[in-house]
């Protein structure tokens, strides 16, 4: 069964102390890894797109990494604004319109 | 900057009632699609819709929910008998579709509650 799988649930970080979150997936022909953003009761927000092994992608104080078998979001001197829940979702070949499957998100939080 | 959106906000149902679910999706995208996250748990994929038809459908997707994009803007989800368990947050995403392979973009979300 194809799964996604993130760690930890939940993270404490106090500001300016860097960490990982990470996504491991065990999909058949994985079309495209994504990490999306969400707040407490919002929409998820995009982020990154990773489509094979070996590709990064940044943006401000993240950095997104990815392996054959798992993603990395590596948050450098985060901030009390980057407390979210961040998702990790996959896209495989086969499927008819890339639907996405969701793991189960790390929630962040940022203390001042 | 063009975003997903979705009316309402918060829809209370009683059970058996029928609810419509509506959405915006960005304007020039092709692929639409319709997940929820029951409070707590992870965002679940529920349809997906291209060229005025269904592509792919969940098994939670059965006969009591439906799918339309009546005009050219508008994308909405009726359950017709809601349910207690249908309780969730129900997102709305397109995605453009038209060069290679593209993320998807979500709206903010109705909280639907039934009583």
């Known amino acids: 069964e194809d799964q996604v799988t993130q760690s930890p649930e939940a993270l404490r970080l106090q500001e300016g102390e860097s960490s990982s979150l990470n996504c491991s997936y065990t999909v058949s022909g994985l079309r495209g890894l994504f990490w999306y953003r969400q707040d407490p009761g919002k929409g998820p927000e995009f982020l990154f797109t990773?489509?094979?092994a070996g590709e990064e992608k940044e943006k401000e104080r993240l950095k997104a990494t990815l392996t054959k078998k798992e993603s990395f979001l590596h948050i450098t001197a985060p901030k009390p604004e980057d407390s979210a829940t961040y998702l990790c979702?996959?896209?495989?070949?086969?499927?008819?319109?890339?639907?996405?499957?969701f793991g189960t998100g790390t929630l962040l939080a940022v203390q001042p | 900057e063009p975003e997903v959106t979705q009316t309402p906000s918060h829809q209370v149902t009683q059970m058996g009632q029928e609810v419509i679910l509506r959405c915006v999706p960005i304007s020039n995208h092709l692929y639409f699609y319709w997940y929820r996250q029951i409070l707590g748990q992870k965002v679940e994929f529920l349809v997906s819709f291209y060229n005025n038809e269904i592509s792919e459908k969940s098994e939670i997707f059965d006969d009591q929910f439906s799918v339309e994009r009546p005009d050219g803007s508008n994308f909405t989800l009726k359950i017709r008998s809601t349910k207690l368990e249908d309780s969730a947050m129900y997102f709305c995403a397109s995605r453009k579709g038209t060069s290679g392979f593209n993320e998807q973009f979500f709206g903010p979300g109705t909280r639907l509650t039934v009583l």
């Open positions: 979702a996959v896209a495989y070949y086969g499927g008819a319109t890339n639907k996405l499957i």
């Open positions: 990773l489509y094979s």
